[in-house]
């Protein structure tokens, strides 16, 4: 079954008066509940990809489709709505908002669903306790690790419940064992929560978490070079 | 969306520095605004006190006040017999002939001059002004050179004090009595016999005539019979409206002045906050981007930053409130511009003025923080999130 089905899409960015081809003719389908790990070098489109898929940006051309959805035809709105009800994001730098404590952060996006003010606080504690940081609810961002806050953000993406989660290098800005924790549990969102997770790395080792491991190369799908291939198995 | 409004708040919390900056300047701008308002509320609070409204002022027509008037004895005369007028106590008419004089007095505190109204006036006249209470000593005596003296002139001038003598005229005048008027003009007056001050002044005409009226509804029928009467040249006001109609260039003037002056000001602040909103929706464009990507709308992001502004504009305003509401504490005494008297006051704060000055503030808050709040709201999710 897939969940996400992308069709000859191609986006390319224009700068002066020359036109960057950033991603060409992209096809891929990705199986509802599966892990997947996009990796390349740097700029060859993982990123612009991904975007795509979580709805963030719109292709120039080719069909974007998720659980049935073509989201290429969303207004601007209603893709802003879409995304709070289907897509949990987790960033590289995590992006909690400051001013807000951990529990408010994992929060934020129950504000955007109907649910009462004593659900909402119900679900991000779940959210909190599935993280480990059911004892740091009033801790500012500022106060916690890298790895921490890192957990309050997966919390952050899966407390509405979403079908899929997109993270972007999402073990790039933490230390080995940090990283191992993240990996960790985005494999339990994956095999226990049955998320549907595409993750962007450039860590052989986060990659090797995932069921399934997609190259792009110059914004084009390619074939796993033989040297990434072997570093991971 | 109690937490968005937290989300703007703590905002403003985390970087005190530029929101006291922010919101000192609106603070000022508010206060200028509130104090020279206040100005023109207490002044006409004192001049509509001052008069009342069963009184009558008869005046020499077209004479903007008792300064430039002149009623002479045989139009007063006239006057004296309309059947409208109350009878007082002695059974006799309540009405006054009066002499309005400015002269010059010194001010104690800073050795300055001052024009002062000095009211020639008869007994009836104290009758027709229960306002005017003695506070100390006692009236005049008819035929001397004694005067009375509203509280105001005795604090503010030299020489006013109960016993000492006042050289007015050519003249010294022993000052027998200080009068308390309250909140009204007369405080600023000095007061004694009028036919002393006639023949001191080689005044041949009077300033002004005034009556009670035996019911309030009468006026109407007192004014058209000498409107219409060919031997008068004089014109009938109520007291209030006199005063009030004084009071109206002045204040008119200070409001104009006000808000002038605080627009003027006011761009400044505005520009103030603009350039903190400016700088808080850069410092937090990645933020933007993360509440746009989890689902927010562009209209909860403008919101946010709104209400940001606004927060600023509504601590700007209470400051610059609380600020000149000390303002009443004191008493100021200004030119009254069409008699070129002195007059004091105390600025007087009313709740449309807090009003008033609150919505301004707001509006400050709100004009500064729309197009960085909009600028906001219209960015580029993916641009946004790469500013993390
Ligand atoms: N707004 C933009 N304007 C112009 N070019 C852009 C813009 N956004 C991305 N690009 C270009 O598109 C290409 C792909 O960018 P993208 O961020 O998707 O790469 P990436 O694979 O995620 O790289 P990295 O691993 O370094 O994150 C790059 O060459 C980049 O310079
Ligand atoms: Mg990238």
């Not at chain 1, 949990?88 to 996006?109: C, D, H, K, R, S």
């Not at chain 2, 001059?113 to 006692?138: I, K, T």
Request: charged share 20%.
């Amino acid at each position: 079954m897939t969940l996400v089905e992308i069709r000859n899409v191609s986006k390319s960015y224009i700068k002066g008066d020359q036109t960057i081809p950033v991603l060409q003719n992209i096809n891929l389908s990705i199986g509802r509940k599966e892990f997947i790990a996009l990796m390349g070098p740097s700029g060859s489109g993982k990123s612009t990809l991904l975007n795509l898929i979580a709805g963030l940006d719109s292709a120039d051309s080719g069909v974007i489709s998720v659980d049935g959805m073509d989201i290429s035809s969303l207004s601007q709105r209603d893709l802003a709505r879409w995304r709070s009800l289907h897509v949990g994001f987790i960033f590289q730098f995590y992006n909690l908002i400051p001013v807000l404590t951990a529990f408010e952060n994992v929060e934020l996006p129950l504000l955007l669903t109907g649910l009462t003010k004593r659900q909402r606080r119900e679900h991000a504690l779940t959210a909190l306790q599935l993280v480990k940081l059911e004892d740091r609810l009033d801790h500012y961002p500022g106060q916690l690790s890298g790895g921490q806050q890192q957990r309050v953000a997966i919390a952050r993406a899966v407390v509405s419940d979403p079908t899929l989660l997109v993270a972007d290098e999402p073990t790039g800005d933490l230390d080995r064992v940090s990283a191992e924790d993240v990996l960790q549990l985005m494999e339990r969102l994956s095999a226990d929560l049955g998320k549907t997770v595409i993750m962007v790395t450039h860590d052989p080792r986060a990659a090797r978490k995932a069921h399934r491991m997609q190259f792009l190369d110059k914004g084009v799908l390619a074939d796993a070079p033989e040297d990434t291939l072997s570093e991971c198995f | 969306m109690g937490l968005i409004l937290a989300y703007s708040l703590r905002n403003l919390l985390t970087r005190k520095m530029t929101t006291v900056l922010t919101a000192a300047g609106m603070a000022l701008v508010v206060f200028a605004f509130a104090s020279i308002i206040m100005l023109a509320e207490g002044l006409e609070r004192t001049l509509v006190d001052t008069g009342s409204d069963d009184n009558v002022v008869v005046l020499r027509r077209g004479s903007g006040s008792e300064v430039q008037s002149g009623v002479g004895r045989d139009q007063a005369a006239i006057v004296e017999t309309q059947p409208e007028i109350a009878l007082g106590p002695d059974g006799k008419k309540l009405v006054a002939r009066e002499l309005v004089v400015l002269v010059t007095m010194t001010r104690r505190a800073s050795e300055t001059s001052a024009n002062v109204v000095v009211r020639g006036v008869s007994e009836n006249s104290y009758l027709l002004r229960p306002q005017v209470q003695l506070a100390e000593g006692r009236i005049p005596s008819p035929g001397v050179n004694e005067v009375v003296v509203g509280q105001s002139i005795a604090q503010r001038f030299k020489g006013a004090e109960l016993g000492n003598e006042l050289f007015i005229g050519g003249r010294n005048w022993r000052v027998v009595g200080i009068f308390d008027a309250g909140n009204t003009g007369f405080s600023s007056e000095i007061w004694g016999d009028v036919d002393q001050f006639m023949q001191t002044f080689r005044r041949p005409a009077y300033s002004s005539v005034i009556f009670r009226l035996s019911r309030t509804d009468l006026y109407a029928s007192v004014r058209n019979r000498m409107d219409s009467d060919p031997r008068l040249t004089l014109e009938a006001k109520r007291e209030t409206q006199y005063y009030r109609d004084q009071s109206r260039a002045l204040s008119t003037f200070l409001r104009v002045l006000g808000v002038t002056l605080t627009l003027v000001f006011s761009f400044g602040a505005i520009v103030g906050a603009m350039i903190t909103m400016h700088s808080a929706v850069a410092n937090r464009t990645g933020e933007i981007g993360t509440l746009r990507a989890l689902g927010f709308q562009r209209r909860t992001i403008l919101l946010a930053f709104l209400v940001e502004s606004l927060a600023l504009g509504f601590i700007g305003g209470a400051v610059g409130l609380a600020g000149a509401s000390f303002l009443q504490f004191f008493t100021v005494s200004t030119t009254n511009f069409q008699t070129f008297s002195e007059l004091a006051f105390s600025f007087t704060l009313t709740f449309d003025i807090v009003y008033k000055a609150m919505s301004f503030s707001l509006i400050m808050g709100f004009l500064g923080g729309l197009l960085p709040a909009l600028r906001a709201a219209r960015m580029n999710i993916v641009e946004a999130l790469r500013e993390v």
